[in-house]
């Protein structure tokens, strides 16, 4: 069991900082006409109209885990304030806790209730373990199909594909006046934006790092619903694409925005750190 605990905490790790997914097919709409084409100015305004707003977002989800060509399930609790926090729980189907994350700008911390283990340390940390680059951002518009806060637009490219519009970089980095240290001067991605005609809510994301070992993760968005006045994907498939490749597939449901939020995350004295 430990060890399936590292991989979700890897896995989750790589998600939320960067590393990339591709796989799995997208549910897209039936477009009777051929798309018009559009400019990426246009199509990135948008995306970005198109954005869930929100300050405080809550769901519980129901998450499978498949690594290795064995498959985990788990639920649990999601809990962000834009910009800030992310906490997030799993729990056996007997409601016994498992683990918990807490994640900040600029911490990440870790608790496997089973095995009691813990792990607290910075992005800098996590990055080296993971040999990626990664950010709050990244994390947060991944967990709910939203762009990612504060990377530069002058680099996108756009085209029809299919039934859906498709932007695209090859250098995307974060803006001068965000970067808080060293590492995020050199955090550069191919990034791939495909978005429903219709909508402009982004059906699915593609990521490539610029390193050598080349990380790749896809996260596709689907089972859109709205949620006070706004769409959202309260299905969610991810797929990593490591030496031991990761698949996760997330279920949204019981959907709260902007409604005040605790994040309790203390660590037992007997717990053993495993940084």
């Given at each position: 069991m430990a060890k399936l605990y590292r991989k979700l905490f890897i896995g989750f790790s790589a998600l939320m900082l960067l590393t990339i997914l591709a796989g799995?097919?997208?549910?897209?709409?039936?477009?009777?006409?051929?798309?018009?084409?559009e400019g990426p100015d246009y199509l990135f305004d948008k995306l970005q109209a198109n954005q869930f707003r929100f300050?405080?977002?809550?769901?519980?989800?129901?998450?499978?885990?498949?690594?290795?060509?064995?498959?985990?399930?788990?639920?649990?609790?999601?809990?962000?304030?834009?910009?800030?926090?992310?906490w997030i729980t799993f729990t056996q189907d007997l409601g016994i806790e498992m683990a918990r994350i807490l994640v900040t700008q600029d911490s990440v911390k870790f608790m496997d209730r089973i095995n009691?283990?813990?792990?607290?340390?910075?992005?800098?940390?996590v990055n080296n373990f993971l040999k990626t680059n990664i950010d709050f951002g990244i994390l947060q518009g991944i967990l709910l199909g939203n762009d990612f806060e504060y990377y530069d637009s002058v680099q996108f490219k756009a085209q029809v594909d299919g039934n859906q519009y498709h932007l695209f970089t090859g250098e995307r980095s974060k803006l001068k006046k965000y970067v808080k240290n060293s590492s995020d001067e050199n955090r550069i991605f191919f990034q791939s934006i495909y978005l429903n005609p219709t909508t402009f809510k982004i059906s699915q994301i593609k990521l490539k790092e610029l390193t050598k070992d080349s990380k790749k993760l896809t996260a596709r968005y689907s089972d859109f619903e709205m949620i006070e006045g706004q769409l959202f994907p309260s299905s969610v498939q991810y797929e990593l694409e490591t030496e031991e490749p990761v698949k996760v597939e997330a279920k949204y449901s019981k959907i709260e925005l902007n409604n005040p939020l605790t994040f309790p995350f203390k660590i037992p004295s007997n717990y053993t750190s495993l940084n």
């Open positions: 799995c097919s997208t549910k897209r709409s039936v477009i009777k006409a051929p798309l018009k084409e300050q405080e977002f809550s769901a519980r989800v129901n998450v499978g885990y498949k690594t290795n060509n064995k498959l985990f399930e788990f639920k649990g609790q999601v809990r962000i304030v834009k910009d800030s926090v992310i009691k283990k813990y792990f607290v340390g910075d992005y800098l940390f």
